[in-house]
């Protein structure tokens, strides 16, 4: 999830000297890249994951239908909106249903869609924050849709059934590993020199990619380089990958949380000093 909301300047120079794998979608990975960039690092573009819309055939109107009659849509990520948008829009307007957001990017994906934003978390940009939220609590007999990707966590889903809601999901994109292209090689070839300071994992899915991809030639190097993760769901998941290095959880999942994440990492690993 990108943001274009800063949450201060970074400093100068604070990743002067460092490079870092990037690991987002191809088209969501720019404005962090240069959040980077504009600290003094380098950033190098490894996307390790596919995003592709689902087609539109398999939407049927029995969903349209659900689509029109929703009292609450909630969309799961800036993808969700950008592979909806056009269905949303087609459904006749209604002043009385309600649009969620998970996160900040995906709140600005809808509002620059021209789609109010009614019920969106202060903080936390999670699952539990949004069904934290007080629009969530009294939902027994609501029609909820949820807009997201094939797979993912069923948490939405069972916690709004269990408080009474009708809840239906819409899947409208599809994440698939990537084919291998010759960046792979240049990556690993950093790597054996000792040329990566640190990856970002921003989903579970990237990091089981990541794993795949590198296989056993670059599975020693991801275990032994230290890690940006969004969550301490994600940081969790990290650990059945058994790694050696340090996994840092940024405070949100915005793009200068994950930098200032960084500049932490950094700050607190000290240099191997060779013994005299």
Same mark, same amino acid.
């Given at each position: ?108 994906? #809808? &509002? /620059?869609?021209?789609? %109010? ?9 999670? +699952? =539990? *924050? ?103 769901? #994600? &940081? /969790?998941?990290?650990? %059945? ?9 940024? +405070? =949100? *999942? ?23």
């Amino acid at each position: 999830m990108s943001s274009s909301h800063h949450q201060g300047p970074v400093p100068v120079k604070a990743l002067q000297g460092k490079t870092v794998l990037v690991t987002r979608p191809r088209d969501q990975a720019e404005s962090l890249c240069r959040l980077i960039e504009n600290a003094g690092g380098k950033a190098i573009r490894y996307p390790a994951i596919d995003i592709s819309p689902v087609d539109d055939d398999h939407i049927s109107a029995a969903v349209m239908k659900q689509l029109a009659e929703s009292d609450i849509v909630i969309f799961i990520s800036a993808n969700a909106v950008r592979y909806s948008i056009k269905m949303l829009k087609s459904v006749t307007p209604d002043p009385q249903r309600q649009v969620a957001a998970i996160g900040r990017a995906t709140a600005h994906a #809808l &509002r /620059q869609s021209e789609v %109010q934003v009614n019920i969106f978390p202060d903080k936390g940009f999670t +699952s =539990e *924050a949004l069904l934290a939220m007080p629009q969530m609590q009294d939902v027994a007999g609501k029609s909820i849709i949820i807009v997201k990707g094939e797979g993912g966590r069923e948490l939405l889903t069972d916690t709004l059934s269990g408080r009474g809601a009708r809840v239906s999901t819409l899947d409208v994109y599809r994440r698939l590993i990537p084919i291998i292209n010759i960046k792979h090689d240049d990556v690993l070839q950093a790597w054996s020199h000792g040329g990566i300071d640190a990856v970002i994992v921003t989903s579970q899915e990237i990091m089981a990619n990541l794993f795949i991809l590198f296989a056993e030639e670059g599975r020693y190097f991801l275990q032994h380089t230290p890690m940006v993760v969004i969550s301490e769901r #994600l &940081r /969790q998941a990290s650990e %059945q990958y058994q790694m050696q290095a340090p996994v840092v959880v940024a +405070s =949100e *999942a915005s793009d200068d949380a994950i930098v200032a994440a960084l500049i932490t990492l950094f700050g607190k690993i000290i240099p191997e000093v060779d013994d005299e």
